[in-house]
Structures are given as C-alpha cells and as structure tokens.
C-alpha cells in the first residue's frame, strides 16, 4: 500500500557530509512518525533519529550534534542531514514511516529498501 524510497547514501571520508532522503507514496491519508535507523556491519538495526507530524525529534545519544532529521509533510519526505560523519556511522540507513492509510484510516508502519552509507578512515 505505502512505498519508501531512500536516496543520497555513498561513500564519504571521515568528517564529510551526507544527506539522505526518502519519499513515501500510496494511498496515504496522513504520515505519523516518521524515522531513520540503521544497520551496522554485525550489529542489529538501531534507531538513529525519528520525526513526529508535528516536528518534534528525537536522536541516539551517538548522532546527537551531527544528524540533524527533517520532513516536508506536502511531499511525504523524510531526509537526514549527517555531517562531522565517522567511520563508525558505515551501515545501511533505512526510512520508516507510519502511514494512515487513505480509505481504511488504518495505520502502516512500512520501511524503505535501505541505502549504504560508507565512512572512511
């Protein structure tokens, strides 16, 4: 019902920049929370920064001053500005997105295909 397409991962040297987006489409009433997590190298999939509808954000403690979550509610889009990156942040970035959907009003929590992010040293 609801499609996640992430953009703007790549590879980048420590202390570089990155910005990822992510659009939603689909029989969307209104989008809830939406948020990036990631999967690091042999590690499980972790929250790295969510957006509510109304803007309020929320970060883990090791992006907090870095990564900075925005959204553009007429476009269904969700984007991470990373900057100061580190080798450490390498992983696979994934969108997530609750969805009201437009004729059941019933909320789809949905995630997009993923994107690499790659630090070097």
């Known amino acids: 019902q609801v499609q996640l397409v992430e953009s703007g991962g790549g590879l980048v040297q420590a202390g570089g920049s990155l910005r990822l987006s992510c659009a939603a489409s689909g029989s969307i009433f209104s989008i809830n929370a939406m948020g990036w997590y990631r999967e690091r190298p042999g590690k499980q999939r972790e929250l790295v920064a969510t957006?509510?509808?109304?803007?309020?954000?929320n970060y883990a403690d090791s992006v907090k001053g870095r990564f900075t979550i925005s959204r553009d509610n007429a476009k269904n889009s969700v984007y991470l500005q990373m900057n100061s990156l580190k080798p450490e942040d390498t992983a696979v970035y994934y969108c997530?997105?609750?969805?009201?959907?437009?004729?059941?009003?019933?909320?789809?929590?949905?995630w997009g295909q993923g994107t690499q992010v790659t630090v070097s040293s």
């Open positions: 997530n997105a609750g969805s009201v959907l437009l004729i059941s009003r019933v909320v789809e929590h949905s």
């Open positions: 957006i509510t509808s109304g803007g309020s954000t």
